[in-house]
């Protein structure tokens, strides 16, 4: 635990308050400065007064970690989603979001419900884990001396990691073949690989997956594109769906690679002086002519809707899919004593129209962050050809395109949490087990068959989820009852609740294209890893259809440019 000199405390507010007060002026704070610093000054007093009488007088010894972090955090939550306060033991959390990279054996891992253990879910693709032939389904018994057959996977993945050269005896239950194994295995850096899967589909359309942007992903991309080209491209897909973001300075490279040297991509503005930058291109482009489609989603945020903003507001691409998530505030990372970090928002960044896409109002006194701002309010900007575009709630796609949805009972066939929940999971393991091989990761699908007795497996495990439309016919008949109209269309509700009645095998016909397609993302990543899913999954995606079909005429493509 570490101890706190309340007085040495009180001192270094004393001196960040003086700080303050001659750092504010220059900032551009002009009146009330002294009333301000008072403010600061009495509300960190009566804070050291607060903490400093619980901690001589409370009936239980206090965690000051624990005491003044929860205080520090709520603080921060009161200003906005994004500044983050990373004591040391979680900066490394904040150094992985950031560069991407840690020192571990490099594989997803899972909590199995019905095992009531972790269990390895996919190693990634020339890791330790790969190499010491750790496959899905693998139960983790013990990391070295630590048992871990009663943890959950926040225990289980911290003592994966560790320094980069240190080795440890991994202990796992194989449980295609019952028999326990002990693999020594030796952790190092783990770069999580920007760009998972690129190649060439259908009539020389190129697409590349980039989904984060951490350090050296421009450079990734710059090699992608290139190999694409060489290939014979004439179109290219860039998919930033479910990327949240990154290094703004790696968006800025990336677009760089598609538009003119000179031009500002990024503005960005804040209280301090060195908030307010201007990012421009530097280098001369790879390509101008080529027509992009980029793939956006709500989860696309950040450096993905810098990207992709950019590139919209010039007039280089057609964003297509739904609106992204609306992240227009800048953070900056911030060392603190005792090898603390805080991650703070220092600013706002405006794209090449002028616009900041933030969608939240964040500044709410309780936290929550749930208010977006309405499309009224919102303002009018325009591209390089002219073309309107809006502030204040994401980048709205040039053409919207809903992906299909998950139906309900595909949600809870692939989540954790209840035993009768991991029957998807077994039958994958099952089948792993019984193919040594598959088709190339393009190619493979599920026979009629084996859908047959995966369908077999479900309704024998006894699998039951709740049915949103009964869920809604029940809230329905209660309302009906109370309001005194149940009885009048009794015949009417009886009829329906027929029709709905829940039904495990005509769920799973009904959604039967879907549940395969989620099979096989899981079967082809345990040959083929995460490229070979992703490959796997191109051709039944409905945005990637639109995307190419868009590509593939060269006159809707330019109308909704403008040219």
Known sequence: MIKIDMRMMARVFRSITLALALLLPAAGVAQSTQDHNFNVAKNIDIFNAIYRNLDMMYVDTLNADEVIGTGVNAMLRSLDPYTVYYPASEVKDLKLMITGKYAGIGALIRYNAKLKRVVIDEPYINTPAAEAGLKKGDIILSIDDSVTTDKDVAYVSSHL?????????????????????????????????????????????????????????????????????????????LDLRGNGGGSLEEAVQIVNMFVPKNLTLVTTKGKLARANREYKTTKEPIDTEMPIVVLVNGETASASEITAGSLQDLDRAVVLGTRTYGKGLVQTPLDLPYNANLKITTGKYYIPSGRCIQAINYKHSRGGYTEHI?????????????????????????????????????????STG????????????????SHPTIAPAREFDLSDSDYEEFKRRVIASGFTYDPETEKALRSLKKLATFEGYYDGAKAEFEALEAKLKHDIGRDLDRNKEVLKNMMRADIVAAYYFQSGAIE???????????????????????SILGK
């Open 161 to 237: 990691r560790g320094d980069a050269g240190t080795t440890f005896a991994l202990k796992i239950l194989r449980p295609g073949t019952g028999k326990t194994l002990i693999k020594k295995i030796t952790r190092r850096p783990i770069q999580m690989p920007a760009i998972p899967y690129y190649g060439i589909m259908e009539e020389n359309i190129g697409y590349i997956n980039l989904n984060s942007f951490t350090e050296g992903c421009s450079k990734d991309m710059r090699r992608a594109f290139i190999d694409l080209r060489e290939q014979g491209i004439s179109a290219l897909l």
């Open 374 to 414: 309405a499309d009224s309010l919102t303002k009018v900007f325009h591209t390089s050809g002219g073309r309107e575009v809006r502030d204040g709630g994401g980048i709205k796609p040039d053409v919207e395109i809903m992906p299909d949805s998950l139906p309900n009972i595909a949600f809870y066939l692939g």
């Open 418 to 433: 209840r035993d009768t929940t991991e029957v998807m999971f077994e039958y994958e393991l099952d089948y792993i087990n």
């Open 536 to 558: 796997n999954a191109l051709p039944t995606d409905k945005q990637i259809k639109e995307a190419v079909a868009l590509l593939r005429d060269a006159g809707r493509y330019n």
